[in-house]
């Protein structure tokens, strides 16, 4: 049996930011290591459109992280996602796994 695997992509560097605002993306991801119950065997399938996206109202240089997390779970929350795994730091997101609810 295949397994699905999405990360939240809850970027917060204005220098990869279309607009001022920390944005949110769900992408699947595809399994690149052996073990599907690690996150870290895991990547990103770019190839594969976009499950969700949206612009919350929080300010990426001068925002709270804490703020953008908090929008971006209850955006992901009203379109049927939920977050099931720690936000971790990336050099310019926050990332965490991600279900459809």
Do not use: K
């Amino acid at each position: 049996m295949e397994r699905t695997h999405y990360t939240a992509w809850l970027a917060n560097d204005p220098s990869c930011l279309e607009q001022s605002c920390m944005d949110v993306t769900v992408l699947e991801d595809r399994l690149i290591g052996g073990d599907p119950d690690d996150p870290d065997d895991w990547t990103a399938d770019t190839s594969r459109p976009t499950a969700f996206y949206a612009v919350t109202t929080v300010d990426a240089r001068d925002g709270q992280g804490a703020d953008g997390i908090a929008e971006a779970e209850a955006l992901m929350r009203a379109a049927g996602w939920r977050v099931v795994s720690d936000w971790e730091t990336t050099p310019h997101a926050l990332t965490a796994t991600v279900e459809r609810h």
